[in-house]
């Protein structure tokens, strides 16, 4: 299974095609629109997102709610592009040279893939560059990865997020009693925090932030129960599972790590605190009672809950800008700003849930392909009967 996008931040649209899905999956645009709106929220976002009001069309490979079996279509239109229609016109014949000189971008901004963009595919207008490498890209992502999470949670495999730091203040809530518990508690959350204290400091280090022309990252964790044991593999580095989640995280923007289970802890810990027992009961199978690895040994899933956090740089636009060259006068220049997110963590928990769930639905698929769902569900509940009775 995989999927690609296209699209610019204030170009017309966004679109992402999926290939390799089975047929007969329950599919309507209100499973992504849910997980679309869940991206536009939390404390710290731009006035970009007072513009956009993200809805999926469906445009194929869909039909009378279930998948065909052919590629899907998903398009999500770009309510700024009315603004942008001189500026981006695929087909307008080029503006005069004064204009155009106008309206080039020559002035990279740190953090940004805007001088390596332009060097790389030769582009003296920044521009070129800035509309696909910013984040708006996510929203696509976000599209393809709810499609994914749907497959999943019609094989019982639930998923969930939570945003564990935010600017060096961190959540201090690490047990809850359900992924629905955690879920309701993070979604009328601001910043998607499970404790009410850290979210309240959370809020004010953004605000704080933004006030002095700041910005500031942090930390995502992502949780996912019901992965039956055995998914990914060992034999081959491009089967692991561990580095297929964390190859999806970091190739979200801004993400600059990974962890998994305890993640770096265990560079300080000893070996009987870091690995988990294992225990069998008849009832269950074989089990650990606790998940340090994070439901990931060798590849490949325990049927542990699988754990993996990101970790989210500071937005490299800021009001009070950092030092760079203008390409054209090789001058030095302080940007000037017109919108940007101070904090966007919150917002990147949900891009993450939904890269993880791309990555674990195109492993299942891979792995125990049917051409129709119905058939696929049957043997992903036989390879958890078959591991319990292993
Ligand atoms: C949901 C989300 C929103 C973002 N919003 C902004 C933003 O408003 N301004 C900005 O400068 N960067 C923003 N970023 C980060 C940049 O897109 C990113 O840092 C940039 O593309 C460079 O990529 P890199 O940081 O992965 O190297 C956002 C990232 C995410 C995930
Ligand atoms: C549009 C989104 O995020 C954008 C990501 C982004 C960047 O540089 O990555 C810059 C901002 O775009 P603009 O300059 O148009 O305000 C954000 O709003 C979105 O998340 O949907």
């Known amino acids: 299974m995989r999927y690609l996008t296209s699209g610019e931040s204030h170009g017309p649209q966004l679109t992402a095609i999926i290939e390799g899905l089975p047929a007969g999956l329950p599919l309507v645009d209100s499973d992504i629109n849910m997980e679309l709106s869940r991206r536009q929220k939390g404390h710290g976002r731009g006035r970009r997102m007072q513009i956009e009001k993200d809805t999926v069309q469906i445009t194929g490979g869909v039909r009378h709610g279930y998948t065909l079996g052919s590629p899907v279509a998903l398009v999500v239109e770009n309510n700024d592009w009315k603004h942008w229609t001189k500026i981006m016109g695929q087909n307008s014949i080029a503006p005069d040279e004064e204009e155009e000189m106008k309206r080039k971008i020559s002035r990279p901004r740190p953090g940004h893939a805007d001088l390596n963009g332009a060097i790389k595919y030769g582009h003296r207008d920044m521009r070129n560059v800035l509309e696909r490498s910013s984040a708006r890209e996510t929203t696509a992502r976000v599209a393809a990865g709810a499609v994914a999470k749907k497959l999943l949670s019609e094989l019982g495999i639930n998923i969930g997020s ?189 891009v993450a849930e939904n890269v993880v769930a791309w990555e674990l639905a195109a492993a299942i698929v891979e792995q125990f392909y049917s051409d129709r769902f119905t058939t696929l569900k049957e043997v992903i509940d036989q390879q958890r009967a078959y591991a319990r009775d292993f």
């Open 162 to 350: 939570h945003v564990v730091e935010i600017g060096g203040v961190r959540s201090s809530v690490k047990e809850y009693e359900s992924l629905d518990e955690l879920k309701e508690i993070t979604e009328s959350s601001p910043v998607r925090c499970l404790d009410p204290e850290a979210e309240k400091k959370m809020m004010e280090a953004i605000d704080l932030a933004k006030e002095q022309g700041d910005s500031i990252g942090g930390i995502v964790e992502i949780i996912v129960e019901g992965m039956p044991p055995g998914v990914g593999s060992y034999v081959h580095y491009d089967r692991k599972l561990d580095a297929k989640l964390a190859s999806g995280i970091m190739s979200i923007n801004a993400f600059k790590g990974v962890e998994i289970g305890i993640g770096f802890e265990v560079a300080s810990k000893p070996g009987s605190e870091v690995h988990d027992e294992i225990t069998w009961s008849k009832e269950t199978g074989y089990y650990r009672k606790t998940n340090r690895l994070g439901g990931l040994e060798g590849g490949m899933t325990t049927g542990m809950p699988i754990i993996v956090r990101g970790v989210m740089k500071p937005i490299p636009t800021l009001y009070k800008p950092l030092k760079s060259i203008d390409i054209e006068t090789k001058e030095p220049f302080t940007a000037s700003i017109e919108r940007s997110d101070s904090c966007a963590v919150p917002a990147a928990a949900v």
